[in-house]
């Protein structure tokens, strides 16, 4: 099983920027597309976006379109989501996950393999 650890997240302003890394143990994720996910308090998850192995189709929530970059390196076998003009309604836990398909898909039950999560705080 993989697991997936993500790391990156705290407490930001209004406007300001982080960014997400997400790596994986017992299994690479060169291979694999790769999402993101949030979850804010008493809210569904939702899906921010997800990637392809190679990087080269990538996807995004509309909620986060123009604001928010996913990129993957896969000489380090890390994924990222970073984080600009972040707003207040992006606070949440933010979840990287994977699955055995080579494209990215929007369904979290797409998704075989879930990281713990990483909290963002956006204060306004």
């Known amino acids: 099983q993989v697991q997936l650890v993500e790391s990156g997240g705290g407490l930001v302003q209004a406007g300001g920027s982080l960014r997400l890394s997400c790596v994986a143990s017992a299994r690479s994720l060169k291979n694999y597309a790769v999402a993101w996910f949030r979850q804010a308090p008493g809210k569904e998850r939702e899906y921010v976006g997800g990637i392809s192995w190679s990087g080269s189709t990538i996807w995004y929530a509309d909620s986060v379109k123009g604001r928010f970059i996913i990129s993957r390196d896969n000489s380090k076998d890390t994924v990222y989501l970073q984080m600009n003009s972040l707003k207040s309604e992006d606070t949440a836990v933010y979840y990287c996950?994977?699955?055995?398909?080579?494209?990215?898909?929007?369904?979290?039950?797409?998704?075989?393999?879930w990281g713990q999560g990483t909290q963002v705080t956006v204060s306004s």
């Open positions: 996950a994977t699955t055995d398909h080579s494209l990215p898909g929007s369904h979290d039950g797409y998704y075989s393999d």
